[in-house]
């Protein structure tokens, strides 16, 4: 009895000191816990935490990533608005990019195939990479400029950029896992208004007489596009961007230009006029403003869906 009451007259006598012993574990526990909350909210990018930092090569894709991740991410593409993906070199800062990423996206199938390269100078072989276009299920492909390649531009089809989402949607809850329903609520969100588009699409090239949805662009981007919404893709002024067509090449395609009854040919906004322009004045047809496909570029094109919206009605406007 007695030694348990002295204790009980110590603790009492001992009890200012103890509360504050008692105070300091109490900060010292949340401080400890505020950092451990730091810790996850970088690791897992929510809140006011650190964003994830995705680096893709497109300007398209950075907008569809930014749709997926909103502001979860933090998202740079190497090749800038209005530049052209095919021929791109990059240059010491991509690489530093590159090597800063913690996401790495980009699409395969010969379209941006220069960033391996990049990515091992950055020595950044650990970084999870994401190739949208590659394996995709239940995509069927389409030729590309080479044999035995393939058109790497499926994302001009709204339908297959549902399946780019699910893909950065995956890639993104892996490396916060904490953030999976809010990942999942914006790409279904995302993927709502990508269905949206394709019946806007559906719906105003309806309006085209079926007899003049042919098309002819600068280089091979539409053709995925084209067979979604029932358009013949007569030709392409250059198989191979960065490289200029035969003599041969273009006589053939002036040819079907004419056999066809082409109405418009198209100039894409990343590429010189010159080639189409010869063509038009070649074949009595005329040139149509600048359409959009491996590039964003100024308002009102600034993201994937306004490309895609903007080229419709530029097809609309020249072959109704
Ligand atoms: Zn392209």
Same mark, same amino acid.
């Given at each position: 009895?007695?030694?348990?009451?002295?204790?009980?007259?110590?603790?009492?006598?001992?009890?200012?000191?103890?509360?504050?012993?008692?105070?300091?574990?109490?900060?010292?526990?949340?401080?400890?816990?505020?950092?451990?909350?730091?810790?996850?909210?970088?690791?897992?990018?929510?809140?006011?935490?650190?964003?994830?930092?995705?680096?893709?090569?497109?300007?398209?894709?950075?907008?569809?990533?930014?749709?997926?991740?909103?502001?979860?991410?933090?998202?740079?593409?190497?090749?800038?608005?209005?530049?052209?993906?095919?021929?791109?070199?990059?240059?010491?800062?991509?690489?530093?990019?590159?090597?800063?990423?913690?996401?790495?996206?980009?699409?395969?199938?010969?379209?941006?195939?220069?960033?391996?390269?990049?990515?091992?100078? @950055?020595?950044?072989? !650990?970084?999870?990479? *994401?190739?949208? +276009? /590659?394996?995709? %299920? $239940?995509?069927?492909?389409?030729? #590309?400029?080479?044999?035995?390649?393939?058109?790497?531009?499926?994302?001009?089809?709204?339908?297959?950029?549902?399946?780019?989402?699910?893909?950065?949607?995956?890639?993104?809850?892996?490396?916060?896992?904490?953030?999976?329903?809010?990942?999942?609520?914006?790409?279904?969100?995302?993927?709502?208004?990508?269905?949206?588009?394709?019946?806007?699409?559906?719906?105003?090239?309806?309006?085209?007489?079926?007899?003049?949805?042919?098309?002819?662009?600068?280089?091979?981007?539409?053709?995925?596009? @084209?067979?979604?919404? !029932?358009?013949?893709? *007569?030709?392409? +002024? /250059?198989?191979? %961007? $960065?490289?200029?067509?035969?003599? #041969?090449?273009?006589?053939?395609?002036?040819?079907?230009?004419?056999?066809?009854?082409?109405?418009?040919?198209?100039?894409?906004?990343?590429?010189?006029?010159?080639?189409?322009?010869?063509?038009?004045?070649?074949?009595?047809?005329?040139?149509?403003?600048?359409?959009?496909?491996?590039?964003?570029?100024?308002?009102?094109?600034?993201?994937?869906?306004?490309?895609?919206?903007?080229?419709?009605?530029?097809?609309?406007?020249?072959?109704?």
């Amino acid at each position: 009895m007695i030694p348990r009451f002295r204790s009980a007259r110590l603790s009492l006598k001992n009890s200012g000191r103890l509360a504050a012993a008692y105070l300091a574990v109490a900060v010292f526990g949340t401080v400890l816990l505020a950092a451990c909350q730091g810790a996850a909210s970088s690791s897992n990018a929510s809140g006011s935490g650190e964003r994830i930092r995705v680096v893709t090569t497109i300007t398209v894709f950075a907008d569809i990533i930014r749709n997926v991740g909103g502001d979860l991410v933090d998202v740079t593409s190497l090749v800038p608005k209005n530049g052209d993906v095919h021929t791109f070199e990059p240059k010491p800062a991509d690489v530093r990019s590159v090597a800063q990423a913690r996401l790495l996206v980009m699409n395969g199938l010969g379209l941006d195939d220069w960033l391996a390269k990049t990515i091992s100078n @950055a020595s950044s072989s !650990g970084t999870p990479l *994401v190739k949208l +276009a /590659v394996d995709l %299920p $239940g995509v069927a492909l389409l030729p #590309g400029e080479g044999p035995g390649t393939q058109n790497p531009h499926l994302f001009m089809d709204p339908k297959y950029v549902e399946l780019y989402v699910d893909r950065i949607a995956a890639a993104l809850k892996q490396i916060a896992p904490a953030e999976a329903s809010r990942i999942e609520a914006q790409a279904a969100a995302y993927k709502s208004r990508l269905g949206e588009l394709d019946t806007w699409v559906r719906d105003q090239v309806s309006t085209i007489p079926p007899q003049d949805r042919k098309l002819v662009t600068f280089h091979d981007a539409f053709p995925y596009y @084209a067979r979604e919404y !029932g358009i013949t893709i *007569v030709g392409v +002024a /250059v198989n191979a %961007p $960065g490289q200029d067509p035969s003599a #041969g090449y273009t006589a053939a395609l002036i040819d079907a230009i004419r056999k066809a009854g082409v109405k418009a040919i198209f100039s894409e906004s990343q590429f010189p006029a010159k080639l189409v322009d010869q063509l038009a004045a070649e074949t009595g047809t005329k040139v149509v403003a600048n359409l959009y496909d491996d590039a964003l570029g100024d308002p009102p094109v600034t993201s994937y869906e306004a490309v895609i919206r903007w080229d419709t009605q530029q097809l609309v406007a020249a072959l109704r």
